[in-house]
Nanobody, 120 residues
Framework: QVQLVESGGGSVQAGGSLRLSCAATEVTFSRSCMGWFRQAPGKERERVAVIRFVDLPSVADSVQGRFTISKDNAKNTVYLQMNNLKPEDTAMYYC??????????????WGQGTQVTVSS
């Protein structure tokens, strides 16, 4: 079974930085879509960033210029570097994996989530 193990969440002040990590098992990692999502209480889940082996990484408009997604195929690990954090970034952040399709439209496997809290 695919396992996604996340780490790196925490509490920071506005303007601070965090880097989230997600280690994947039983995934053809280099050929999979990997993504980061977030969900705040009472709000819908939001796609934050995605990466695929044949595509350029992409991030949501709401975090453009502040967040970067990357991966290390040798370590089967995907990262989310978050800079200049804002209070509105506060959410549970989830790592996800899905089939290698154009645009990464689906994600079937999910990590347990890691909490990011940004204070003003």
């Amino acid at each position: 079974q695919v396992q996604l193990v996340e780490s790196g969440g925490g509490s920071v002040q506005a303007g601070g930085s965090l880097r989230l990590s997600c280690a994947a098992t039983e995934v053809t990692f280099s050929r999979s879509c990997m993504g980061w999502f977030r969900q705040a209480p009472g709000k819908e889940r939001e796609r934050v960033a995605v990466i695929r082996f044949v595509d350029l990484p992409s991030v949501a408009d709401s975090v453009q210029g502040r967040f970067t997604i990357s991966k290390d195929n040798a370590k089967n690990t995907v990262y989310l570097q978050m800079n200049n954090l804002k209070p509105e970034d506060t959410a549970m952040y989830y790592c996800a994996a899905g089939p290698s399709q154009f645009g990464c439209p689906t994600f079937g496997y999910w990590g347990q989530g890691t909490q990011v809290t940004v204070s003003s």
